[in-house]
């Protein structure tokens, strides 16, 4: 076993844990929580190594990125490919027949063009609308009020599986200060049909994991945790 392979293991077992504690002190399943190895900006040769550990889902935020690993990484068939960057409607053919799940879709026009693309190589690609809680003018993800009709476009297109909403909060250094815009993504997906339409809710990474688990997260985004600075 390398140096890698050990590190990114003990890393990987301590995240899990610590999404364990964080379920089962908010009296959760922790089998009801997804982890996304976000693994930007690290090589191949990582995700090799989270993938020997048993890690199966993996994030990329860039197009060009997402391409070069699962096209260099095709042999594991069973590892499921995450975009979680701000995706373009001109980059949709490049993720469409390589991804499990584009977690950032925030218009009704993204979710159509992805769908175009899915259809076109025989795909259905899981979504997750992002949402901007926030409202940061520097962040991406649709108005509040943009949701339902996004949501709407979103069930009526071929190629794409509505799945859920994800959402960024404002950075903070307290974890506690992403609570509050995690409970309110939690009310929205309450507002338009609850769980049994929005079954996912995506939020959460290294440094507030465990406030996202308490606020009901079923998938948390953490790549410093696992595969260290980038």
């Known amino acids: 076993m390398t140096a890698l392979s050990e590190g990114v293991g003990a890393a990987l077992d301590a995240v899990r844990a610590r999404i364990d504690a964080a379920a089962a002190r908010a009296g959760r399943d922790p089998a009801a929580v997804t982890l996304v190895a976000v693994s930007k900006t690290h090589g191949p040769e990582a995700v090799r190594a989270a993938y020997a550990r048993g890690q199966r889902d993996f994030g990329e935020n860039y197009v060009q990125e997402l391409v070069a ?4 990484l095709a042999d594991l068939v069973d590892l499921r490919w995450h ?3 701000h995706l373009q409607t ?6 469409a027949g390589r991804v499990a799940m584009v977690q950032t879709v925030d218009s009704a026009r993204l979710a159509r063009e992805l769908g175009r693309r899915a259809v076109a190589v025989g795909r259905t690609v899981g979504i997750l609308v992002q949402v901007n809680v926030a409202r940061e003018a520097q962040k991406s993800g649709c108005e ?7 949501l709407a476009e979103a069930e009526a297109t071929p190629g794409v599986a509505l799945r859920g909403l994800m959402t960024v909060p404002p950075a903070a250094g307290d974890p506690a200060a992403s609570r509050p815009w995690f409970e309110a993504l939690r009310a929205l997906r309450d507002e338009h049909g609850g769980a049994s339409r929005l ?13 996202a688990v308490a606020a009901g997260a079923t998938m948390v985004r953490v790549g410093t945790a696992i595969f260290g600075a980038r």
Request: net charge negative; hydrophobic share 40%.
């Open 69 to 72: 690993k699962a096209d260099g």
């Open 83 to 85: 975009f979680i960057g």
């Open 90 to 95: 001109n980059k949709c053919r490049d993720v």
């Open 144 to 150: 509040v009020g943009e949701l339902a009709a996004i």
């Open 199 to 211: 079954p996912e809710l995506s939020m959460g990474m290294t440094h507030d994991m465990a406030e």
